[in-house]
């Protein structure tokens, strides 16, 4: 698992459901029909040509309207697909790398990286009210 997967996670359970229990499927397991599938063939949400999924879910979600959320997906576009460069890329780069190293399955490492997402999207919010 790398970033777009990661955070389309984050965002499940930050944006649209807080008590969502997120599922990690192997090849041969059938995704449930009550889930929120994806980044995997067949998934509601996957890679268009032009966005990751992440950037897609953002569009179909309707959340396409949270500057917030857009800079976490320029940063998610770059590490996964490249293309315009993002300077804060390379140190969530690390410290994505370093929450992989620590964890020791796949719930553990969603639980680490979703206090980086959790941090970038309250470093790119604007204060209600503030200019």
């Known amino acids: 698992m790398w970033a777009d997967r990661l955070a389309c996670a984050w965002l499940i359970r930050r944006f649209v459901d807080p008590e969502a229990t997120v599922i990690w499927l192997d090849k041969s397991q059938d995704c449930p029909d009550s889930a929120i599938s994806f980044a995997f063939e067949g998934a509601r949400f996957g890679n268009s040509e ?3 999924t992440f950037e897609e879910m953002l569009t179909q979600l309707e959340l396409a309207g949270n500057p917030a959320l857009n800079k976490i997906g320029a940063i998610v576009h770059f590490l996964e697909a490249g293309g315009t460069s993002v300077p804060e890329a390379a140190g969530v780069q690390t ?13 553990e490492l969603l639980h ?6 959790d941090l970038l999207y309250e470093a790119y919010c604007e204060p209600a009210g503030r200019k």
Do not use: P
């Not at 680490?112 to 997402?117: A, H, I, P, R, Y």
């Open 50 to 52: 032009t966005r990751v």
């Open 95 to 107: 410290l994505l790398q370093g929450a992989l190293r620590r964890s020791t399955a796949d719930d």
């Open 112 to 117: 680490e990286v979703e206090k980086t997402f």
